[in-house]
Protein backbone atom coordinates (compact mmCIF):
# COMPACT_ATOMS: atom_id res chain seq x y z
CA UNK A 1 0.00 0.00 0.00
CA UNK A 2 1.35 3.94 -0.56
CA UNK A 3 -0.30 6.08 1.44
CA UNK A 4 0.80 9.72 0.56
CA UNK A 5 0.55 12.60 3.42
CA UNK A 6 0.74 15.97 2.06
CA UNK A 7 0.18 20.18 2.76
CA UNK A 8 1.98 18.92 6.61
CA UNK A 9 4.68 20.41 8.36
CA UNK A 10 7.68 17.60 9.00
CA UNK A 11 8.94 17.91 12.83
CA UNK A 12 12.30 15.89 13.33
CA UNK A 13 14.76 16.62 16.63
CA UNK A 14 16.64 19.21 13.99
CA UNK A 15 13.91 20.93 11.86
CA UNK A 16 10.26 22.08 11.32
CA UNK A 17 9.64 22.22 7.50
CA UNK A 18 6.52 21.62 5.51
CA UNK A 19 7.19 19.10 2.97
CA UNK A 20 5.35 15.74 1.70
CA UNK A 21 5.68 12.13 2.85
CA UNK A 22 5.33 9.02 0.87
CA UNK A 23 4.57 5.82 2.35
CA UNK A 24 5.23 2.87 0.68
CA UNK A 25 4.85 -1.05 1.78
CA UNK A 26 5.72 -0.12 5.70
CA UNK A 27 8.25 2.12 5.20
CA UNK A 28 8.94 5.92 3.96
CA UNK A 29 9.73 5.92 0.51
CA UNK A 30 9.84 9.79 0.02
CA UNK A 31 10.21 12.96 1.44
CA UNK A 32 9.79 16.04 -0.96
CA UNK A 33 8.81 19.50 -1.64
CA UNK A 34 5.13 20.41 -0.78
CA UNK A 35 3.85 19.69 -3.99
CA UNK A 36 6.14 18.21 -5.87
CA UNK A 37 5.12 15.33 -7.13
CA UNK A 38 6.01 12.32 -4.91
CA UNK A 39 4.75 9.50 -6.77
CA UNK A 40 1.40 7.24 -7.27
CA UNK A 41 -1.03 6.47 -3.87
CA UNK A 42 -3.12 4.63 -3.22
CA UNK A 43 -4.71 6.81 -0.37
CA UNK A 44 -4.16 10.54 0.24
CA UNK A 45 -4.05 12.19 3.87
CA UNK A 46 -4.71 15.75 3.41
CA UNK A 47 -2.79 17.16 6.39
CA UNK A 48 -3.13 20.66 6.07
CA UNK A 49 -2.39 22.83 9.37
CA UNK A 50 -1.01 19.53 10.95
CA UNK A 51 2.43 18.85 12.49
CA UNK A 52 3.86 15.40 11.37
CA UNK A 53 6.13 14.14 13.86
CA UNK A 54 7.89 10.52 14.15
CA UNK A 55 5.74 8.46 15.68
CA UNK A 56 5.88 8.71 19.61
CA UNK A 57 7.26 5.89 21.82
CA UNK A 58 6.48 5.35 25.56
CA UNK A 59 9.63 3.44 26.83
CA UNK A 60 8.24 2.56 30.38
CA UNK A 61 4.79 0.71 30.23
CA UNK A 62 3.52 -1.85 33.03
CA UNK A 63 0.59 -3.54 31.56
CA UNK A 64 0.23 -6.81 34.46
CA UNK A 65 0.31 -9.00 31.42
CA UNK A 66 0.24 -11.93 32.17
CA UNK A 67 -0.52 -12.65 35.92
CA UNK A 68 -2.53 -9.13 37.10
CA UNK A 69 -4.59 -8.88 34.42
CA UNK A 70 -7.35 -7.88 37.21
CA UNK A 71 -5.41 -4.46 36.87
CA UNK A 72 -4.82 -3.70 33.14
CA UNK A 73 -3.97 -6.26 30.12
CA UNK A 74 -1.51 -5.65 26.65
CA UNK A 75 -4.94 -5.34 24.64
CA UNK A 76 -6.20 -2.86 26.94
CA UNK A 77 -2.85 -0.91 27.04
CA UNK A 78 -1.97 -0.73 23.94
CA UNK A 79 -4.99 -0.03 22.32
CA UNK A 80 -4.82 3.48 25.22
CA UNK A 81 -1.75 4.22 23.83
CA UNK A 82 -2.42 3.74 19.92
CA UNK A 83 -5.53 5.90 20.67
CA UNK A 84 -3.53 8.83 22.38
CA UNK A 85 -1.31 9.11 19.79
CA UNK A 86 1.80 6.35 20.08
CA UNK A 87 2.87 4.05 17.64
CA UNK A 88 5.31 1.92 20.18
CA UNK A 89 5.31 1.12 23.35
CA UNK A 90 8.04 -0.81 25.58
CA UNK A 91 6.77 -3.22 28.20
CA UNK A 92 8.30 -3.81 31.12
CA UNK A 93 9.51 -7.14 32.19
CA UNK A 94 7.60 -7.41 35.61
CA UNK A 95 4.28 -9.11 34.39
CA UNK A 96 4.22 -12.95 36.26
CA UNK A 97 6.44 -14.65 35.49
CA UNK A 98 9.03 -11.58 34.64
CA UNK A 99 10.87 -11.81 31.83
CA UNK A 100 14.28 -12.92 32.83
CA UNK A 101 15.41 -15.32 30.52
CA UNK A 102 15.83 -15.29 26.63
CA UNK A 103 12.97 -18.41 26.32
CA UNK A 104 10.12 -16.04 28.80
CA UNK A 105 11.75 -13.20 26.15
CA UNK A 106 10.17 -15.58 23.25
CA UNK A 107 7.46 -16.90 25.32
CA UNK A 108 6.45 -13.12 25.77
CA UNK A 109 6.37 -12.04 22.26
CA UNK A 110 4.52 -14.22 21.06
CA UNK A 111 1.73 -13.95 23.37
CA UNK A 112 1.70 -9.79 23.11
CA UNK A 113 2.16 -9.92 18.98
CA UNK A 114 -1.38 -11.72 19.36
CA UNK A 115 -3.09 -8.67 20.53
CA UNK A 116 -0.81 -5.68 20.79
CA UNK A 117 -2.19 -2.55 18.90
CA UNK A 118 0.68 -0.47 18.51
CA UNK A 119 4.11 -2.29 18.13
CA UNK A 120 6.14 -2.95 21.18
CA UNK A 121 9.75 -3.73 22.67
CA UNK A 122 10.09 -5.49 25.68
CA UNK A 123 12.88 -5.00 28.39
CA UNK A 124 14.48 -8.07 30.51
CA UNK A 125 14.38 -7.77 34.22
CA UNK A 126 17.75 -8.38 36.79
CA UNK A 127 16.98 -9.78 39.40
CA UNK A 128 20.56 -8.92 41.29
CA UNK A 129 22.47 -11.86 41.53
CA UNK A 130 20.14 -14.44 40.94
CA UNK A 131 19.94 -14.09 36.85
CA UNK A 132 23.14 -12.71 35.81
CA UNK A 133 24.20 -15.47 33.57
CA UNK A 134 20.54 -14.76 31.66
CA UNK A 135 21.46 -11.11 30.72
CA UNK A 136 23.50 -11.74 28.00
CA UNK A 137 21.17 -14.23 26.33
CA UNK A 138 17.80 -11.26 27.08
CA UNK A 139 19.97 -8.70 25.05
CA UNK A 140 20.87 -11.63 22.22
CA UNK A 141 16.87 -12.19 22.13
CA UNK A 142 16.78 -8.33 21.58
CA UNK A 143 15.70 -6.97 24.87
CA UNK A 144 15.40 -2.97 24.40
CA UNK A 145 17.52 -2.90 28.32
CA UNK A 146 17.54 -4.51 31.52
CA UNK A 147 15.62 -3.22 34.43
CA UNK A 148 16.48 -3.59 38.04
CA UNK A 149 14.23 -2.53 41.16
CA UNK A 150 16.67 -0.82 43.29
CA UNK A 151 14.53 0.02 46.03
CA UNK A 152 11.99 -2.78 45.92
CA UNK A 153 12.05 -5.98 46.72
CA UNK A 154 10.13 -9.26 45.39
CA UNK A 155 7.81 -11.73 46.34
CA UNK A 156 9.87 -14.84 46.18
CA UNK A 157 6.71 -16.79 44.62
CA UNK A 158 6.12 -14.70 41.42
CA UNK A 159 8.35 -12.30 41.59
CA UNK A 160 6.08 -9.27 42.08
CA UNK A 161 6.69 -6.28 43.63
CA UNK A 162 6.45 -5.39 47.33
CA UNK A 163 4.93 -2.04 47.59
CA UNK A 164 5.08 -1.39 51.10
CA UNK A 165 6.93 -3.08 53.61
CA UNK A 166 4.45 -4.67 55.92
CA UNK A 167 2.59 -6.46 53.08
CA UNK A 168 4.97 -9.65 53.55
CA UNK A 169 7.42 -11.53 55.87
CA UNK A 170 10.98 -10.91 55.77
CA UNK A 171 11.56 -14.93 54.30
CA UNK A 172 9.27 -14.38 51.44
CA UNK A 173 11.00 -11.66 49.81
CA UNK A 174 13.93 -11.50 47.45
CA UNK A 175 15.86 -8.33 48.90
CA UNK A 176 16.16 -5.01 47.25
CA UNK A 177 19.16 -5.60 45.38
CA UNK A 178 22.53 -3.66 47.04
CA UNK A 179 24.99 -1.69 45.53
CA UNK A 180 27.42 -4.72 45.14
CA UNK A 181 24.46 -6.73 42.93
CA UNK A 182 24.07 -3.25 40.72
CA UNK A 183 27.80 -3.06 39.46
CA UNK A 184 27.72 -6.77 38.63
CA UNK A 185 24.53 -6.33 36.73
CA UNK A 186 25.93 -3.19 35.05
CA UNK A 187 29.53 -5.23 34.67
CA UNK A 188 27.70 -7.99 32.74
CA UNK A 189 25.49 -6.08 30.79
CA UNK A 190 29.04 -3.73 29.63
CA UNK A 191 29.68 -6.95 27.49
CA UNK A 192 27.18 -6.82 25.44
CA UNK A 193 27.26 -3.28 25.54
CA UNK A 194 23.23 -3.70 26.65
CA UNK A 195 21.65 -0.89 28.09
CA UNK A 196 20.89 -0.79 32.37
CA UNK A 197 17.69 1.11 33.71
CA UNK A 198 16.88 1.27 37.03
CA UNK A 199 14.14 2.41 39.65
CA UNK A 200 16.67 4.63 41.97
CA UNK A 201 16.33 4.54 45.19
CA UNK A 202 18.96 3.27 48.08
CA UNK A 203 17.37 0.29 49.54
CA UNK A 204 18.96 0.90 52.87
CA UNK A 205 17.94 4.39 53.22
CA UNK A 206 15.10 3.68 52.36
CA UNK A 207 14.79 1.28 55.13
CA UNK A 208 15.98 3.58 57.41
CA UNK A 209 13.76 6.44 56.87
CA UNK A 210 10.83 3.77 56.69
CA UNK A 211 11.84 2.54 60.20
CA UNK A 212 11.64 6.31 61.78
CA UNK A 213 8.30 6.80 60.22
CA UNK A 214 6.65 4.08 61.01
CA UNK A 215 2.94 4.20 60.02
CA UNK A 216 2.21 6.21 56.62
CA UNK A 217 -0.92 8.04 57.16
CA UNK A 218 0.08 11.33 55.06
CA UNK A 219 1.08 12.98 52.34
CA UNK A 220 4.42 14.05 54.12
CA UNK A 221 4.79 10.81 56.06
CA UNK A 222 5.17 8.93 52.33
CA UNK A 223 7.66 12.30 51.56
CA UNK A 224 9.76 11.48 54.95
CA UNK A 225 10.00 7.64 54.24
CA UNK A 226 11.47 8.09 50.60
CA UNK A 227 13.27 11.20 51.08
CA UNK A 228 15.14 12.65 47.74
CA UNK A 229 18.84 11.75 49.16
CA UNK A 230 17.28 8.40 48.56
CA UNK A 231 17.20 8.62 44.54
CA UNK A 232 20.31 10.91 44.49
CA UNK A 233 22.75 8.52 46.87
CA UNK A 234 21.32 5.64 44.55
CA UNK A 235 21.99 7.76 41.36
CA UNK A 236 25.56 9.22 42.71
CA UNK A 237 26.50 5.44 43.13
CA UNK A 238 25.55 4.58 39.67
CA UNK A 239 27.01 7.65 38.32
CA UNK A 240 30.15 5.29 39.98
CA UNK A 241 29.27 2.43 38.72
CA UNK A 242 28.52 3.46 34.95
CA UNK A 243 32.48 4.69 34.75
CA UNK A 244 33.98 1.73 36.42
CA UNK A 245 32.07 -0.53 34.25
CA UNK A 246 31.70 1.10 30.88
CA UNK A 247 28.37 0.24 31.01
CA UNK A 248 25.29 2.55 29.98
CA UNK A 249 22.84 3.62 32.31
CA UNK A 250 19.78 4.97 32.00
CA UNK A 251 17.91 6.04 35.10
CA UNK A 252 14.14 6.03 35.27
CA UNK A 253 11.65 8.46 36.29
CA UNK A 254 13.66 10.81 38.39
CA UNK A 255 11.38 12.91 40.73
CA UNK A 256 14.41 14.87 42.37
CA UNK A 257 15.51 18.57 41.50
CA UNK A 258 19.24 17.06 42.75
CA UNK A 259 19.33 13.83 40.46
CA UNK A 260 18.67 16.46 37.42
CA UNK A 261 22.26 18.47 38.78
CA UNK A 262 23.92 15.13 39.28
CA UNK A 263 23.03 13.67 35.86
CA UNK A 264 24.29 16.80 34.21
CA UNK A 265 27.49 17.24 35.55
CA UNK A 266 28.19 12.64 34.79
CA UNK A 267 27.18 13.57 30.95
CA UNK A 268 29.23 16.49 30.61
CA UNK A 269 32.36 14.22 32.03
CA UNK A 270 31.81 11.77 29.88
CA UNK A 271 29.92 9.02 31.85
CA UNK A 272 27.34 6.90 29.71
CA UNK A 273 24.35 8.03 31.65
CA UNK A 274 20.91 8.92 30.25
CA UNK A 275 17.85 10.33 32.46
CA UNK A 276 14.09 10.41 32.02
CA UNK A 277 10.91 11.81 34.18
CA UNK A 278 7.01 10.97 33.74
CA UNK A 279 4.27 13.70 33.38
CA UNK A 280 3.15 13.41 36.74
CA UNK A 281 6.41 14.88 38.20
CA UNK A 282 5.92 17.54 35.55
CA UNK A 283 2.92 18.50 36.13
CA UNK A 284 1.99 17.85 39.68
CA UNK A 285 3.28 18.44 42.90
CA UNK A 286 3.40 17.55 46.16
CA UNK A 287 0.08 20.31 46.63
CA UNK A 288 -1.75 18.57 44.51
CA UNK A 289 -2.03 15.33 47.03
CA UNK A 290 -5.00 16.37 48.86
CA UNK A 291 -6.92 16.43 45.86
CA UNK A 292 -5.45 13.27 44.13
CA UNK A 293 -4.93 10.56 46.80
CA UNK A 294 -4.46 8.51 43.48
CA UNK A 295 -1.25 10.15 42.87
CA UNK A 296 0.69 7.57 45.16
CA UNK A 297 3.80 6.72 43.20
CA UNK A 298 7.63 5.44 43.49
CA UNK A 299 9.85 7.35 43.76
CA UNK A 300 7.13 9.77 45.22
CA UNK A 301 5.89 13.58 43.50
CA UNK A 302 7.86 16.19 45.59
CA UNK A 303 8.05 19.97 45.23
CA UNK A 304 7.66 22.76 42.75
CA UNK A 305 11.58 23.48 42.90
CA UNK A 306 11.60 19.83 41.99
CA UNK A 307 9.07 20.04 39.16
CA UNK A 308 11.12 22.81 38.00
CA UNK A 309 14.09 21.80 37.82
CA UNK A 310 12.90 18.56 35.76
CA UNK A 311 11.16 21.12 33.26
CA UNK A 312 14.32 22.74 33.04
CA UNK A 313 16.49 19.33 32.48
CA UNK A 314 13.87 18.84 29.92
CA UNK A 315 14.54 21.71 27.65
CA UNK A 316 18.41 21.60 28.84
CA UNK A 317 18.82 18.05 27.48
CA UNK A 318 19.77 16.63 30.87
CA UNK A 319 16.73 13.87 30.76
CA UNK A 320 16.66 12.38 27.77
CA UNK A 321 13.25 11.55 27.01
CA UNK A 322 9.78 10.90 28.77
CA UNK A 323 7.86 7.82 29.56
CA UNK A 324 4.47 7.73 31.19
CA UNK A 325 5.77 4.68 33.64
CA UNK A 326 1.75 3.60 33.11
CA UNK A 327 1.58 1.40 36.26
CA UNK A 328 -2.28 0.50 36.48
CA UNK A 329 -3.81 -0.44 39.81
CA UNK A 330 -7.51 -1.80 40.35
CA UNK A 331 -9.40 1.68 41.84
CA UNK A 332 -10.49 0.04 45.17
CA UNK A 333 -6.26 -0.92 45.41
CA UNK A 334 -6.24 2.60 44.89
CA UNK A 335 -8.82 3.94 47.67
CA UNK A 336 -7.04 2.27 49.74
CA UNK A 337 -5.03 4.25 52.98
CA UNK A 338 -1.97 6.05 51.66
CA UNK A 339 0.20 3.59 53.67
CA UNK A 340 -1.46 0.62 52.24
CA UNK A 341 -2.17 1.51 48.52
CA UNK A 342 0.04 0.09 46.10
CA UNK A 343 2.32 2.62 44.07
CA UNK A 344 1.59 3.50 40.61
CA UNK A 345 -1.05 5.25 38.31
CA UNK A 346 -2.37 5.21 35.17
CA UNK A 347 -0.66 7.35 32.44
CA UNK A 348 -0.06 5.65 28.95
CA UNK A 349 -3.10 7.37 27.27
CA UNK A 350 -2.27 11.05 28.70
CA UNK A 351 1.18 11.65 28.34
CA UNK A 352 1.01 12.09 24.58
CA UNK A 353 -1.64 15.10 25.36
CA UNK A 354 -0.13 16.93 28.43
CA UNK A 355 3.36 16.71 26.18
CA UNK A 356 1.23 18.37 22.94
CA UNK A 357 -0.25 20.63 25.79
CA UNK A 358 3.21 21.75 27.16
CA UNK A 359 4.48 22.38 23.66
CA UNK A 360 1.48 24.60 22.78
CA UNK A 361 1.82 26.91 25.96
CA UNK A 362 5.75 27.14 24.77
CA UNK A 363 7.11 25.47 27.80
CA UNK A 364 8.72 22.65 24.88
CA UNK A 365 9.31 23.38 21.12
CA UNK A 366 8.39 20.82 18.53
CA UNK A 367 11.77 19.85 18.08
CA UNK A 368 12.40 19.20 22.10
CA UNK A 369 8.69 16.80 21.68
CA UNK A 370 10.29 15.08 18.61
CA UNK A 371 12.89 14.09 20.47
CA UNK A 372 11.85 13.27 23.92
CA UNK A 373 8.92 11.40 22.68
CA UNK A 374 10.71 9.76 19.47
CA UNK A 375 14.04 10.47 18.83
CA UNK A 376 16.22 9.81 21.81
CA UNK A 377 13.96 7.23 22.93
CA UNK A 378 14.89 4.98 19.96
CA UNK A 379 18.49 5.68 20.04
CA UNK A 380 18.52 4.95 23.38
CA UNK A 381 17.00 1.65 23.01
CA UNK A 382 18.95 0.54 20.19
CA UNK A 383 15.83 0.41 18.02
CA UNK A 384 16.53 3.85 16.13
CA UNK A 385 17.33 1.92 12.58
CA UNK A 386 13.54 1.53 12.49
CA UNK A 387 11.56 3.52 14.63
CA UNK A 388 12.12 7.74 15.64
CA UNK A 389 12.98 9.19 12.39
CA UNK A 390 11.32 10.27 9.60
CA UNK A 391 13.60 9.03 7.17
CA UNK A 392 13.49 7.02 4.21
CA UNK A 393 13.71 3.47 4.40
CA UNK A 394 12.54 3.54 8.49
CA UNK A 395 9.63 2.28 9.55
CA UNK A 396 6.41 4.52 8.27
CA UNK A 397 5.51 5.62 11.79
CA UNK A 398 4.05 8.63 11.67
CA UNK A 399 1.97 11.24 14.48
CA UNK A 400 -0.32 13.83 12.94
CA UNK A 401 -0.77 16.48 16.08
CA UNK A 402 -3.16 19.27 15.74
CA UNK A 403 -1.81 22.05 17.88
CA UNK A 404 -4.45 24.34 18.27
CA UNK A 405 -6.95 21.72 19.11
CA UNK A 406 -8.46 22.41 22.86
CA UNK A 407 -8.51 19.01 24.61
CA UNK A 408 -10.02 17.94 28.29
CA UNK A 409 -8.74 14.90 29.92
CA UNK A 410 -11.57 12.64 30.76
CA UNK A 411 -11.11 9.03 32.43
CA UNK A 412 -14.75 8.03 31.20
CA UNK A 413 -13.11 8.57 27.53
CA UNK A 414 -10.29 6.33 28.04
CA UNK A 415 -9.00 2.80 26.66
CA UNK A 416 -7.05 1.07 29.63
CA UNK A 417 -8.95 -1.77 31.08
CA UNK A 418 -10.11 0.47 34.31
CA UNK A 419 -10.72 4.13 33.38
CA UNK A 420 -8.38 5.82 35.54
CA UNK A 421 -6.48 8.98 35.57
CA UNK A 422 -5.26 11.51 38.04
CA UNK A 423 -5.35 14.13 35.49
CA UNK A 424 -9.16 13.84 34.73
CA UNK A 425 -10.34 17.57 33.51
CA UNK A 426 -7.00 18.62 33.01
CA UNK A 427 -7.48 21.28 30.16
CA UNK A 428 -5.40 22.03 27.30
CA UNK A 429 -4.84 22.33 23.95
CA UNK A 430 -2.71 20.13 21.51
CA UNK A 431 -4.43 16.91 20.20
CA UNK A 432 -2.48 13.46 18.05
CA UNK A 433 -5.51 13.67 15.76
CA UNK A 434 -4.31 10.65 13.72
CA UNK A 435 -1.42 8.35 13.36
CA UNK A 436 0.29 5.77 10.98
CA UNK A 437 1.49 2.44 11.81
CA UNK A 438 4.25 0.93 9.28
CA UNK A 439 2.74 2.93 6.66
CA UNK A 440 -1.00 2.25 7.35
CA UNK A 441 -3.36 4.35 9.34
CA UNK A 442 -3.76 3.78 13.06
CA UNK A 443 -5.25 6.00 14.70
CA UNK A 444 -8.23 8.99 13.35
CA UNK A 445 -9.64 11.05 16.10
CA UNK A 446 -8.66 9.13 19.14
CA UNK A 447 -10.60 5.83 17.72
CA UNK A 448 -8.45 2.78 15.86
CA UNK A 449 -8.67 2.67 12.20
CA UNK A 450 -10.58 -0.95 10.79
CA UNK A 451 -7.78 -2.58 8.32
CA UNK A 452 -4.98 -1.25 10.59
CA UNK A 453 -1.38 -2.99 11.11
CA UNK A 454 -1.30 -4.55 14.16
CA UNK A 455 1.57 -4.51 16.22
CA UNK A 456 4.33 -6.18 16.47
CA UNK A 457 7.44 -6.92 18.19
CA UNK A 458 10.53 -4.29 17.59
CA UNK A 459 13.99 -5.89 18.74
CA UNK A 460 17.22 -3.79 19.38
CA UNK A 461 19.26 -2.88 16.53
CA UNK A 462 21.88 -5.47 17.42
CA UNK A 463 19.80 -8.37 17.16
CA UNK A 464 18.64 -7.10 14.07
CA UNK A 465 21.67 -7.12 12.57
CA UNK A 466 23.22 -10.78 13.88
CA UNK A 467 19.94 -11.99 12.59
CA UNK A 468 20.43 -10.13 8.96
CA UNK A 469 24.08 -10.97 8.65
CA UNK A 470 23.76 -14.69 9.37
CA UNK A 471 21.28 -14.53 6.87
CA UNK A 472 23.42 -13.13 4.17
CA UNK A 473 26.00 -15.72 5.46
CA UNK A 474 23.43 -18.50 4.55
CA UNK A 475 22.60 -17.17 1.21
CA UNK A 476 26.45 -17.08 0.77
CA UNK A 477 27.04 -20.49 1.67
O1 LIG B 1 4.99 3.48 41.71
C1 LIG B 1 5.51 2.65 40.96
N1 LIG B 1 4.81 1.57 40.54
N2 LIG B 1 6.77 2.83 40.56
C2 LIG B 1 7.44 1.89 39.84
O2 LIG B 1 8.58 2.10 39.52
C3 LIG B 1 6.78 0.61 39.49
C4 LIG B 1 5.34 0.73 39.51
C5 LIG B 1 4.54 -0.55 39.42
O3 LIG B 1 4.89 -1.44 38.62
O4 LIG B 1 3.51 -0.64 40.06
ZN1 LIG C 1 8.90 1.78 36.90
Not at 391 to 409: M, N, Y
Request: net charge negative; aromatic share 4%; charged share 25%.
Amino acid sequence: MRLLIKNGTLVTGAHVEAADVLCDDGTIAAITEPGRPAGRADEVVDARGLLIFPGFIDPHVHSRDPGQQEKETFAHSTTAAACSGLTTILEMPNAIPPVTDADTFHRRAAEHAAVAAVDFGLWGLSLGHENLDDLAGLFEAGAVGVKVFWGYALDRKNKRLVYNAADLPADEVIPPPDLGAVIAVLGEAARSDGLVAAHCEDPQILAHAGRRIGEITTYDDLLAARPAHAETAAVAAAIEAADLTGARFHVLHVAAARTVDLVRRARRDGVRITAETCPHYLFLTRDDAPAKPGMKVYPPIRSRADRDALWEGVRDGTITSLSSDHAPHAPQDKERPLGEQPAGMHGVETIVPLVLDAMSRGVLDPRQVARVLSENTADLYGIAHRKGRIQVGHDADLTLVDPERPFTIDEAALHTLHRRSVFHGHQGRGVAVASILRGRPLMRDGELVPGRHSGSLIRSRRADARDESRQTAGVRA
